[in-house]
């Protein structure tokens, strides 16, 4: 075999990145990036990395209304308290 033969079996491929620019960003600029979008489009997000999974799940269960406090409402909330 002659060297420029080697030299195409051992070509180099150009290498994909090991992480995604999306998992390369601390949590704290994914924060800052979500305060400026809508809540539904951070829902929309949910998907992309861990960080944004979590920033919309605070946003989505930020608050929680109770349409009738009965007696067996009140025995849950006692009971997660």
Sequence with gaps: MNILC???LFKRTPRQPKYSAAQRFPHKIW???AEFLPALVVRDLISLNSSLFNIAMDCRY???CFAY???RMLRTLA???
Aim: glycine share 6%; hydrophobic share 45%; aromatic share 0%.
């Design 6 to 8: 080697l030299k195409r």
């Design 31 to 33: 924060v800052l990036i």
């Design 62 to 64: 930020r608050q929680i």
């Design 69 to 71: 406090l009965g007696n």
């Design 79 to 81: 009971r997660l308290k």
